[in-house]
């Protein structure tokens, strides 16, 4: 499983962004994507998932309300809509697949930067 993300860029405290993560390859193999974001000087934390199974999304409570995940399904992707950003959301955020034969995210695509500063 191949992941293409995009969508980072610097945007001042209060802004939307709108990430995009697009999975090819064996995508029959995984059950969700999700969004993992590393601050500097910290360790990698989930943000958000999307399971296509009964479509559950799930957040992480720092972006609960102000986040929002969703699932293209044409083009097995997923957005992550990012309104009213804080300073603390600047990270590098990850793509990733998580498959269910292994039960954990097993597949990564490349950081995309997120900087919210004014």
């Known amino acids: 499983v191949q992941l293409q993300a995009s969508g980072g860029g610097l945007v001042q405290p209060g802004g939307s962004l709108r990430l995009s993560c697009a999975a090819s390859g064996r995508t029959s193999s995984i059950d969700r994507l999700g969004w993992f974001r590393q601050a500097p000087g910290k360790e990698r934390a989930f943000v958000a998932s999307f399971r296509w199974s009964g479509a559950v999304t799930t957040y992480a409570d720092s972006v609960k309300v102000r986040f929002t995940i969703s699932r293209n399904n044409a083009e097995n992707s997923v957005y992550l809509q990012m309104n009213s950003l804080k300073p603390e959301d600047t990270a590098v955020y990850f793509c990733?697949?998580?498959?269910?034969?292994?039960?954990?995210?097993?597949?990564w695509g490349q950081g995309t930067l997120v900087t919210v500063s004014s």
């Open positions: 990733a697949a998580y498959d269910p034969a292994r039960a954990r995210y097993d597949y």
